[in-house]
């Protein structure tokens, strides 16, 4: 069986020097949200990468469940950032690193 996560990278927008305590903690409570419901697998901010402030690994069924859930993202929704979402193909011990 194929193991496979979505990956939301979330991009600081031209509004993102704009970002208010609230949208951040409003944020925060979506990542509380999705996560209590079993759907983040791994989340944080990235250093060193300008232009990025967060990524998003889903434990979802499907590429499009992952889009809506980066679409509520509310850095998203308030137009501070913009995100990609990317398929990853997990590569392990259990599926010989894909070979």
């Known amino acids: 069986m194929e193991n496979v996560k979505y990956v939301m990278i ?3 927008g031209r509004a993102y020097n704009k970002v208010t305590k609230a949208a ?3 944020h925060v409570e979506n990542l509380r949200t ?8 791994l989340c944080g901010p ?5 232009g ?3 990524m998003v690994i889903f ?18 929704a308030e137009g501070f950032a913009t995100y990609t979402l990317a398929t990853l193909h997990v590569a392990g011990k259990d599926n010989n690193y894909l070979l």
């Open 10 to 12: 979330i991009k600081r």
């Open 24 to 26: 951040i903690e409003r």
């Open 34 to 41: 999705q996560d209590a419901a079993g759907k983040i697998q």
């Open 46 to 50: 990235l250093q060193g990468y300008p």
């Open 52 to 54: 990025v402030a967060d």
């Open 59 to 76: 434990n979802v069924d499907s590429f499009e469940e992952a889009e809506a859930l980066c679409k509520l993202e509310p850095l998203v």
